[in-house]
């Protein structure tokens, strides 16, 4: 067994929580019955809102009158403090507070949609743009062309998908970091393989690290860094079971899979969320800092 396996066979002091999570995994992934394109087994849907309907902003935007009320300043420009001011203020559904906090991170990509300031789109977000924005796309795919380049829009992707699953940080807990790299970790070796994939992490890693040692003060860069490479590791690990599984049945390892097999490991305390610790959300140590 190599010592990825044995990491991810680590036991948690607290079994996984079902009921509501479950509930959540279900609403998040994609319909099951829907028509799958047969190239990669995904969904034959061309954006990510296939996958999660937040991201579809055209569809948000539809009801009447949203785009002014969100406009408060009636500039014609959406900016990231009026999206955080709607979610202090406004009544809104639970899937529609997804979707502006969605929207609040993406800012800066989604107003690059359309070319309609002078200079530097760094006004806010316009109606062109968001008739223009397209989401990121989950798949399987390789495409060596654009993954490399694509990492913010699959962070921005993943957070929405934590956002979505009820995955939520506290004091302490980086849930959401852990669980982007878990799943980060595990699409991409399933494109790439695992040994491709520990060097883009650790490649990516010593980038972070030369920035942090002369901007941040204090331990937690370099922990955070550790507890990166360990939660990428289990992603990898997690891809290999899932090709495992592949394998042995015939079936095609989807985007869906990936994303239950890094909820899974997130709720069994498979990732270090606590990086000061080295421990997982339930206190047990899974590696000294």
């Known amino acids: 067994m190599t010592a990825h396996e044995q990491a991810l066979k680590i036991e948690s002091t607290k079994p996984a929580p079902q009921g509501d999570a479950e509930a959540r995994l279900g609403a998040a992934l994609s319909d099951p019955a829907a028509k799958l ?4 087994n995904q969904p034959a849907s061309s954006n990510a809102s296939a996958y999660l309907p937040e991201c579809n902003l055209v569809e948000f935007m539809k009801k009447s009158g949203r785009f002014v009320s969100l406009d408060t300043d009636r500039d ?19 899937s529609e507070k997804i979707t502006l906090r969605y929207m609040a991170r993406a800012v800066s990509d989604i107003e690059e949609a359309s070319n309609d300031e002078p200079f530097d789109e760094r006004s806010g977000i316009t ?3 968001i008739a223009a924005f397209k989401p ?13 380049f694509d990492k913010d829009q699959f962070h921005l992707w993943s957070d929405l998908l934590a956002d979505k699953l009820g ?5 302490g807990e980086e849930m959401t970091n852990a669980f982007r ?3 980060t970790s595990t699409i991409y070796a399933l494109k790439y393989g695992g040994a491709m994939t520990y060097t883009a992490g650790e490649v990516n890693e010593f980038q972070r690290n030369i920035r942090s040692y002369f901007t941040e003060s204090g331990n937690h860069w370099w922990k955070d860094s550790r507890a990166d490479t360990f939660n990428n590791t289990q992603g990898i690990a997690i891809a290999k079971q899932l090709q495992q599984e592949a394998a042995r049945t015939g079936r095609a390892v989807t985007v869906d899979d990936a994303v239950r097999a890094a909820h899974n490991a997130l709720l069994n305390g498979k990732a270090i969320t606590n990086v000061n610790s080295g421990a997982n959300q339930f206190g047990r140590v899974l590696q000294k800092p």
């Open 37 to 40: 394109d047969k190239t990669d």
């Open 76 to 94: 014609n420009f959406i900016t990231k403090e009026e999206l955080n001011e709607a979610l202090k203020k406004g009544s809104f559904t639970n």
């Open 127 to 129: 109606r062109a743009d």
């Open 136 to 148: 990121f796309e989950p798949t399987l795919k390789q495409r060596w062309g654009s993954d490399p």
């Open 167 to 171: 995955i939520k940080d506290s004091a």
């Open 181 to 183: 790299h878990v799943l």
